[in-house]
């Protein structure tokens, strides 16, 4: 594994900031251009797949269930498994999940 482009995907990961607070996805990736709140304005915050009409589409799901989405939507597109790795890793750092106490 000696020309695996990470270097690439790294920067790519760090410029991509407008990440969806639920899933990490670049927003710029999802072809809605991101969930809608409740008066039908895009939310900046939230990708389509994850948020709609100002709520959450599955407000259950459970941060492995998350993790475990996220890897499979990322071995979708392909990427390295350092990359589905971090992306994972990451989940936890996002708004939806860092505010949540354990009920
Ligand atoms: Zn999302």
């Keep these: 594994m000696s ?3 990470m270097k690439k995907w790294m ?4 410029l991509e900031r407008n ?3 639920s899933c ?3 927003l710029q990736f999802d072809p ?3 969930g809608t709140e409740a008066d039908g304005s895009h939310s900046t915050c939230y990708c389509s797949y994850c948020y709609a009409g100002g709520q959450f589409r599955e407000p259950e799901l459970a941060l492995d269930a998350m993790q475990h989405r996220v890897r499979q939507l990322m071995r979708q597109r ?3 498994w350092y990359v589905r790795a971090y992306m994972a890793h990451r989940v936890p750092t996002l708004a939806r999940w860092r505010g949540c106490k354990k009920r």
């Design 78 to 80: 392909n990427a390295p």
């Design 3 to 5: 020309n695996f482009p």
């Design 19 to 21: 990440r969806c607070q």
């Design 32 to 34: 809605e251009g991101g």
């Design 11 to 14: 920067r790519q990961l760090e």
């Design 24 to 26: 990490g996805m670049p």
